[in-house]
C-alpha cells in the first residue's frame, strides 16, 4: 500500500529552522503537498507542488524534494507555527489521496 | 469559496448517519469536493472524492460499501452517507475542494461522529 512516512514529533527553539520530512520510496518523482492544522482547525495549504506558495502563506515557508524524502522547512520559526504538519500525495494507481501520518511541531 | 459542514451526532454501532456539506462561492467546473477524516488524536485519512457532474468518483477501499458519496445539484451540498457505522469510524469528518489534480484549498469546518458500541 502507499504510505508516507513522517516523524511524529520536531521540536525547534524561535528563530531556529525546522525540517519535517516526508519518506517515501523514490518520492521526489511525486508531487507533494503540505498541509499545516492548528489545534481544533481545518488543515491549511502551506505548500504545494513541491515547493511553491499559496499567496498569504510566508517564505519561511518551503518545499523540496529528494530521492525517498520530502522536506518541509520552516525557517525563522514563530511560536505561531506550533501545530501538526502533514505531506500529501495523490496514488495514481488506486485514485486515492494519502495522508502521511502528520508531525507535530513544538517551538521550545 | 465558503464549505458549511452539517450532520454529526452520536450514534450507535450498526446504524446509519448522513453528513452534509453546503458549497458556495464556487466554480464547479473542474472542481472535486472530498470527504476526510481525522481520528481523535491522529493524523488525516481522505475517504472519497465526487465531480459536481459524478463524471470523477473514488471512494478508499476501505469504507467501499458502508460510504457513499453524492451530490444535489440543486442543494449545492455534498453527502457522506455512512452505514453499518463501526466504533473506530468515530472522528472528525471534514469536507474540502480542490481543482482536478490540486490539492485541497478549501475546507469545511468539520463535523464530529461518534460512533458508541
Known amino acids: 500500500s502507499y504510505v508516507l512516512t513522517q516523524a511524529p514529533s520536531v521540536s525547534v527553539a524561535p528563530g531556529e529552522t525546522a525540517s519535517i520530512s516526508c519518506v517515501r520510496n523514490?518520492?521526489?518523482?511525486?508531487?507533494v503537498h503540505w498541509y499545516q492544522q492548528q489545534p481544533g482547525q481545518a488543515p491549511v495549504l502551506v505548500i504545494f507542488?513541491?515547493?511553491d506558495r499559496p499567496s498569504g502563506i510566508p517564505a519561511r515557508f518551503s518545499g523540496s524534494s529528494f530521492d525517498n524524502t520530502a522536506t518541509l522547512t520552516i525557517s525563522r520559526v514563530e511560536a505561531g507555527d506550533e501545530a501538526d504538519y502533514y505531506c500529501?500525495?495523490?496514488?495514481?494507481?488506486?485514485?486515492?489521496?494519502?495522508f502521511g501520518g502528520g508531525t507535530k511541531l513544538t517551538v521550545l | 469559496v465558503q464549505l458549511v459542514q452539517s450532520g454529526g451526532g452520536v450514534v450507535q454501532a450498526g446504524r446509519s448517519l448522513r453528513l452534509s456539506c453546503s458549497a458556495s462561492?464556487?466554480?464547479?467546473?473542474?472542481?472535486?469536493l472530498h470527504w476526510v477524516r481525522q481520528t481523535p488524536g491522529k493524523g488525516l485519512d481522505w475517504l472519497a472524492l465526487?465531480?459536481?457532474?459524478?463524471?470523477?468518483?473514488s471512494v478508499k477501499d476501505s469504507v467501499i460499501g458502508r460510504f457513499t458519496i453524492s451530490w444535489d445539484n440543486f442543494k449545492n451540498t455534498l453527502y457522506l452517507q455512512m452505514n453499518s457505522l463501526e466504533v473506530d469510524d468515530t472522528a472528525l469528518y471534514f469536507c474540502?475542494?480542490?481543482?482536478?489534480?490540486?490539492?485541497?484549498?478549501?475546507w469545511g469546518q468539520g463535523t464530529l461522529v461518534t460512533v458508541s458500541s
Open positions: 523514490n518520492i521526489e518523482s511525486e508531487i
Open positions: 462561492g464556487i466554480n464547479f467546473n473542474d472542481y472535486l
Open positions: 507542488n513541491n515547493n
Open positions: 474540502a475542494g480542490s481543482r482536478q489534480g490540486a490539492p485541497f484549498d478549501n
Open positions: 500529501q500525495v495523490w496514488d495514481f494507481n488506486r485514485d486515492y489521496w494519502v
Open positions: 465526487l465531480s459536481y457532474d459524478e463524471s470523477s468518483r
